[in-house]
Structures are given as C-alpha cells and as structure tokens.
C-alpha cells in the first residue's frame, strides 16, 4: 500500500541541498500492513542480502512497508539502562521492518514497528523536525511550534519537512512532551535504546536556531529516556564535537562517516560505541577497512528498504 504524503500549499523558505551535516535517512509512514513474525538471528559472520543494486544512489520514494515481530523478552531489571552492543552485526530498518538477515545483533527500526525478537533493539524518533506526511497537520493544530521567519514556515527542501522551534524553554517543553511520548511507546514495546533524528536541524535553519537551543531540547529527550531505562544515540552532528557526550547521549549513529573522513572523530569521543552506516559500496569498503574490527559498519540503500542494499563487516 502506498501512503500518500500531504504537504501543506504555503510558503516553504528553502534552506538549501544537503550537506555534510544533513544525512538523515528516514521514511516513516502512516500507514503499515499487519504484523508478520520475524525469525531469530544467530551469528554467522558478514552478512549479504540480494539487492536491486549495490549504490545508494537512489532518489527517496518513502515505503510504508513495516513488517514487525514479537516484543522480545528483557532479562534487564526494570529502570537499567542496557549499553549499545559493542561491535555486533547491526541492520538499519527505519524505512521498513523485516526479517534480520542471519547474524544481526543490534536493528534499529521506526518507532512505528515492533523491536525484533532476541536483538538490541533502537527505536527512530524525528523529534526536530516534521514528517512530509503531517506537515498539514502540524500547520493546522501546532502551528506556533514550526519555525516561521517572515512568516512563513522554515522547511527543509531536501525532505519537505518544516523545522521546529526550539529557540524557547517553553516551546523546547512542548515540544518534549510530544516526543517524550513517543519515547514512551518506544518503552512499551520493549525497545532497549532511542535513535533521535535531525539534531543538527539547526544548520538548516538560516541561523535563527542555534546549537545551544539543539543541546537544551536534547537534555530534555536525553533525559526522559534514561528515566525510562533507555540508552540514547547521537545522530551525526560531529560539528557539535564532545557537547553531546556532555549533554548525556550514550553511543553515536554515524551516517556516510567514510564518505566524509569522520570516522575517527566520532570513534574519538564515543570509543567504540558508534554505529556506521554508508550508502555506496566503494565508502562501505573503507570504513569496513578503517573500523569494522572494532565498530559496528552497514552498507545500505539510501531508502532502507526492505530488500534493499545491505551488507555488513
């Protein structure tokens, strides 16, 4: 089933192409089919999946796929925080959950789905920005919480979202307060960790957002998952240096670090509690090289589709 993305008609202000800092690959969708059963892994070394290609090269077209699995069973006391696996076998699901190829450890899936079945489990939450999807929505009902600047909504071209304005406590509070619910649902399902998407949004924000309004909102997320006994991930944003780390975020998720020479940088500040993921065979190969003895390293399509790219090293 293909969902339908609603984008508001009004005026979007642009902030550019994507860049460095703006590697977001995420697609969550409305609407899902029903829940399948998904098959427990055991470790077989590098895994390879059959692919449409092996480049990442494609444009978005977001899936709406979600297969799911039953909750695994925690053997962690209630309130513990379980650390990120170090070095394990990690699959990317967050554009549709599958059936982990053999070997996965650790998946990361939107907050949408149902964790697998006996591996690490990190849940997908947007909390700096809208989804194209709701975009209307968030125009309609929250208006005062989307960045505006002469009155119009600041967006994100690349993705046709609309950044939201954390420049205030009070907005930063509201805004938590949705996505600490999310955080919630997370909890429920028995997710172990918490992936929060578009922290460096404020590089995309023609400079009214600033990266101690990013840090602030963070503390607040950060905060509310370890109350709830969930680890939580830096999502790229080297640029912040050690600030996240500081700010409480217990493992870094690395995009195209390869591709842009960051590797060592994030391995610098979180050892090896960093999750790499590239989106071109040829930057895949020379992370593997650099890093995949010590960190966890995916290749990927750029649509983390099901039964799309995948390997791992």
Known sequence: MAAVAVVATVALIGVGTANASDRRKRWPWPTRPKPSASASAKP???AT???PSQSASASPTRSNGTGTSPSPTSTTPAGAIKPL??????DYQIGGAYTPPSGTKIVSRDHTAQPAAGLYNICYVNAYQTQDFDAADWLKNRKDLVLHKNGNPVGDTKWKEYVLDITTDAKRQQLAAIFNAQIDDCKTKKFDAIEIDNLDTYSRSQGLIT???AIAY???LIDHAHGKGLAIGQKNSLELGTRGKQAGFDFAIAEQCGEFNECGEFTAIYGDSVIMIEYARGNFDKTCKGF???VSVVL???DVTPGGVYAAC
């Open 292 to 294: 995949g003895a010590k």
């Open 85 to 90: 696996p170090v070095n394990q076998q990690f």
């Open 44 to 46: 077989t070394g590098t």
């Open 300 to 302: 990927r399509d750029e």
């Open 49 to 51: 999946q059959p692919a």
């Open 218 to 220: 963070a503390k607040l």
């Open 211 to 213: 990266a101690d309004h």
